[in-house]
């Protein structure tokens, strides 16, 4: 009897050391992860910091757009109006790549940047569809720059002001392409005369 009493004995002992085991080392894991996501991991800073720096830059795109035709010849405005806008998201892109591809990036980081980066691409890619079919409609040349607040278009316009035709033109162009509404549209007249 004794002998059957000491094996019911080891067996409760070691579920429970298994289960004790278990437990320890769950509360060490949960530790340990909780340990390492409270500190700040110079990688994310980092690319916060830039991430701030990108968007202040985009403003400065649109201030750009704003702006008008500061001097020098009207297609050296639309240049670097197009330089700028290029600069801009490729500074978003790096960021966007780094935060992504970071060691410590949790999954959620990793999807949030990939789903932006691919925003960025389809809108790069309805800035140059607007674009040409801007060109195509004679106008002599134009800037399109896409965001989450709307579209901002630049296009050359007679001094006197852009004809309310040339208006429609734009605001149908960008309207049938990327879905705006009217509301959404900001047109730049770059003064030409």
């Known amino acids: 009897m004794r002998e059957v009493f000491s094996r019911r004995n080891f067996k409760r002992n070691a579920a429970l050391s298994a289960v004790l085991l278990f437990v320890c080392g769950a509360a060490w894991l949960n530790w340990s992860f909780n340990d390492r996501w409270g500190k700040a991991d110079n990688t994310m800073v980092k690319a916060e910091d830039k991430m701030t720096a990108a968007v202040q830059n985009s403003e400065e795109v649109s201030s750009v757009l704003s702006a008008g035709k500061a001097s020098g010849e009207e297609g050296e405005y639309f240049a670097k109006a197009r330089l700028t806008r290029q600069e801009s998201r490729d500074a978003a892109l790096s960021l966007l790549e780094t935060a992504a591809c970071s060691e410590g990036a949790s999954q959620e980081v990793i999807d949030s940047a990939m789903t932006k ?21 004679d106008f002599a040349d134009c800037v399109v720059y896409l965001s989450g607040e709307g579209c901002t278009v630049a296009v050359p316009a ?20 990327s879905g705006f509404s009217a509301t959404d549209i900001n047109i730049i007249e770059v003064k030409t005369w």
Do not use: Y
């Open 117 to 137: 980066i691919s925003v960025m691409a389809s809108w790069s890619m309805l800035e140059n569809q607007i674009e040409n079919e801007l060109l195509a409609k």
């Open 158 to 177: 007679p001094v006197d002001g852009l004809p309310q035709e040339d208006v429609a033109k734009v605001t149908e162009t960008v309207i049938a392409n």
